[in-house]
């Protein structure tokens, strides 16, 4: 079933309209008994979390539940913010060995440099791998660009219903770099890749300072075409946050070193030997977005991976943000990093905080989306136990107010498969 979201039908109205003529209204609705994680604040027992017109109205113990409000009894369940997969291609990737299924940058034409290039100008609003991610409680994924020195700009996406205009929450939240692949699309040596993002960084600087001259053609040649320069702009003012894909420990200092020669906010990304580092990372302040479920090395810059990465970072007071894989069809799996991660001695609370507040405050979205506040959005999950664990379900899923659970395409497949014919033969 197709569904259309329909804005501009009076304050703090939003419909939700299906083919078949129903409408699904972000209403008044009161979740209630349940163990309330607002992650901004303690834990509340028998709490009550009350969202009016798409936006968290009231949390606490002591709510006054008004009398037209839809009640969720949450009794004995857990209430959390929205996860946040803060790295996914979701959207703009569905096959990726099918060509024309893939919106991400650079591939095939060796262009290593596509700032200008906006990742979420090409996501598939209509894409079935969100209704499996959101149904395991992500409510919110960052969608990022992949294949590139400069693969472009990422931007935070709400999954609620409707099309990419209704789930935009923001864009750009960052820059997306790679100085540690060594993929085709960027080539070199890992010095000369460093280099080449030094040149952009530079050029960028001097594309701001001779403007003029370089429109009537009176300077040299720079790193990157025009648009891709204008787009680093805010990345070399502090302006908007540079994400550096890198995991070996020496390219991690790489990268604290290039922040400081530049001044710029950087975010580190895979980050598979940051605890090598963990000290450098806490003192620069730099956040650092890592997994826990590979506890083998994938390659041999991930030589010293391990289970223990992110509870080590945070114990050192570096940033953590946990992210699921960028692969699309693993967004969901971002709940099950976080719990291997509390197995490997990351606290409970910072593994909660690693996937919904601290990647809001880190991208720059925290007045809207990441606790359960007044004001926030009301995108809010009921579960039936600790969200960590494998077999814990999301019972609810509300995204800005609207209840976005129902059936995903595998679900209809399982069903459909489930029984064979009476006809079948083994």
């Not at 607002?38 to 009350?50: A, C, H």
């Not at 894909?245 to 580190?268: G, T």
């Amino acid at each position: 079933m197709r569904h259309y979201r329909v804005w501009g039908l009076g304050p703090g109205v939003a419909l939700l309209l299906t083919l078949s003529g129903t409408v699904a209204q972000a209403q008044t609705i009161a979740i209630t008994g349940g163990r309330v994680h607002p992650v901004s604040g303690p834990v509340i027992e028998n709490g009550t979390v009350l969202i009016r017109n798409g936006r968290i109205a009231a949390v606490g113990a002591d709510v006054t539940i008004p009398a037209d409000a839809t009640r969720i009894d949450a009794t004995g369940k857990w209430v959390t913010p929205g996860i946040v997969n803060v790295a996914t291609t979701l959207g703009v990737v569905e096959i990726g060995a099918v060509q024309e299924t893939v919106d991400t940058p650079a591939r095939g034409r060796g262009d290593a440099i596509t700032a200008s290039h906006k990742v979420w100008e090409g996501f598939n609003a209509n894409s079935p791998l969100i209704q499996v991610t959101r149904n395991d409680g992500i409510t919110t994924v960052g969608v990022v660009p992949n294949n590139a020195l400069v693969g472009g700009q990422a931007a935070m996406l709400d999954l609620g219903d409707g099309g990419l205009s209704e789930m935009l929450l923001q864009a750009p939240i960052a820059m997306i770099a790679d100085i540690g692949s060594k993929s085709d699309q960027i080539g070199g040596t890992r010095a000369e890749v460093l280099q080449r993002l030094r040149d952009l960084l530079s050029d960028t600087r001097e594309y701001v300072r001779r403007r003029a001259d370089y429109e009537r053609n009176a300077t040299r040649e720079l790193a990157a075409r025009r648009g891709d320069l204008e787009a680093m702009i805010p990345v070399v003012q502090g302006r908007l946050p540079l994400v550096i894909d890198a995991n070996r420990a020496s390219e991690i200092e790489s990268a604290l070193n290039l922040a400081r020669e530049f001044s710029l906010r950087i975010v580190i990304s895979g980050g598979a030997e940051a605890w090598m580092v963990a000290d450098k990372l806490a003192a620069a302040k730099v956040p650092v977005i890592v997994g826990a479920l590979n506890n083998i090395p994938l390659s041999f810059a991930t030589l010293g991976a391990r289970q223990e990465n992110a509870g080590l970072l945070q114990k050192a007071g570096a940033r953590v943000l946990i992210n699921g894989g960028s692969d699309g069809f693993n967004a969901r799996n971002v709940r099950f990093e976080a719990g291997v991660a509390v197995a490997f001695g990351l606290p409970w609370a910072e593994a909660l905080r690693a996937v919904t507040l601290t990647p809001a405050e880190t991208f720059g979205v925290a007045d809207r989306i990441g606790s359960l506040q007044v004001g926030r959005e009301a995108n809010v999950v009921v579960w039936n136990g600790d969200p960590f664990e494998p077999m814990t379900r999301a019972e609810r899923v509300l995204v800005r107010g609207v209840d976005v659970k129902r059936p995903s395409r595998q679900d209809e497949l399982m069903q459909r498969y489930k029984v064979l014919p009476p006809t079948y033969r083994r």
